[in-house]
């Protein structure tokens, strides 16, 4: 499976927008807050890999 990397862009109520980073792109992913990890917050970097997103530093 591929390895995605995503920058927590903003929030809007139970979805969160996505900021992909491991390619150059300026379009928004939207995901559902709950596929997401609790302690989130903007600015977090996520890694999406195995059908999971896991915060990474």
Do not use: C, N, W
């Not at 997401?36 to 977090?44: D, M, N, R, Y």
């Amino acid at each position: 499976m591929e390895t995605m990397y995503y920058i927590v862009h903003s929030f809007e109520g139970d979805y969160v927008y996505l900021k992909r980073t491991d390619i150059e792109s300026d379009d928004l992913k939207l995901v559902a807050r709950a596929l997401l990890p609790p302690e989130i917050v903007e600015g977090s970097q996520l890694k999406y890999e195995m059908m999971s997103y896991e915060i990474i530093e």
